[in-house]
């Protein structure tokens, strides 16, 4: 019988597979954006966050294999085909063809990628937070394709339009996110 994981037994899978710090720091990001958005739409924060915790379960061990290796590790261990379903959605296009169709799939893969881009921003400020960040700082380096050149800015512009949000409105809530998890992921600055 499938199992939809609690926060700590998602949190052991991946501290299993994962070591890095900053693939840690990312997860704690995206469960921390996904339970934001959880609470804003009326949706289960814990739910949301799980899957927002787990969704790069595979990429320390398994590049190359993105999102499916995660898919075979969760299923085997039984963990529910919906949670499973959420967590290919986020590499749609990109190295699954799982097409995020709820607004739980949609939200992980329009901010996914903004973490990354915001992390990048705050970590170039004065105060290294996120605490006073600014939508239009954001904004601002998202236009420079030179600046965290990694980040995939069609997939966050693919996002909000999945989910008929309009990209100032996305980033603002990824902060607001992002600011109730700030010291798990060191972006509280000088203002612990």
């Given at each position: 019988?499938?199992?939809?994981?609690?926060?700590?037994?998602?949190?052991?899978?991946l501290?299993?597979?994962?070591?890095?710090?900053?693939?840690?720091?990312?997860?704690?990001?995206?469960?921390?954006?996904?339970?934001?958005?959880?609470e804003?739409?009326?949706e289960?924060a814990?739910?949301?966050?799980?899957?927002?915790?787990?969704?790069?379960?595979?990429?320390?061990q398994?590049?190359?294999?993105?999102?499916?290796?995660?898919?075979?590790?969760l299923?085997?261990?039984?963990v529910?085909?919906?949670y499973?379903?959420?967590i290919m959605?986020?590499?749609?296009?990109?190295?699954?063809?799982v097409?995020?169709t709820t607004?739980?799939?949609?939200t992980?893969?329009?901010?996914?990628?903004l973490?990354g881009?915001i992390?990048?921003?705050?970590?170039?400020?004065p105060?290294?937070?996120v605490?006073?960040?600014?939508?239009?700082?954001v904004?601002k380096?998202?236009?420079?394709?030179?600046?965290?050149?990694?980040?995939?800015?069609?997939v966050?512009?693919?996002?909000?339009?999945?989910?008929?949000?309009?990209?100032?409105?996305?980033?603002?809530?990824?902060?607001?996110?992002?600011?109730?998890?700030?010291?798990?992921?060191?972006l509280?600055g000088?203002?612990?």
């Amino acid at each position: 019988m499938a199992f939809k994981p609690t926060r700590e037994q998602a949190w052991e899978i991946l501290t299993e597979y994962t070591k890095s710090d900053a693939l840690i720091k990312h997860a704690l990001a995206v469960e921390g954006v996904m339970r934001h958005f959880a609470e804003l739409f009326g949706e289960d924060a814990e739910e949301w966050g799980v899957i927002g915790l787990l969704h790069d379960l595979d990429y320390e061990q398994y590049p190359e294999e993105h999102c499916r290796k995660t898919g075979e590790i969760l299923a085997a261990r039984d963990v529910d085909p919906g949670y499973i379903r959420a967590i290919m959605s986020h590499g749609y296009g990109l190295c699954t063809d799982v097409e995020p169709t709820t607004r739980l799939e949609k939200t992980l893969y329009a901010v996914d990628e903004l973490t990354g881009l915001i992390n990048a921003v705050c970590l170039m400020r004065p105060s290294k937070s996120v605490l006073d960040l600014e939508v239009k700082s954001v904004k601002k380096k998202f236009k420079q394709p030179s600046f965290a050149a990694g980040v995939n800015r069609e997939v966050i512009r693919s996002g909000c339009e999945m989910l008929g949000m309009e990209l100032d409105e996305v980033i603002h809530e990824t902060i607001q996110g992002m600011r109730k998890c700030a010291e798990a992921i060191d972006l509280a600055g000088d203002f612990q």
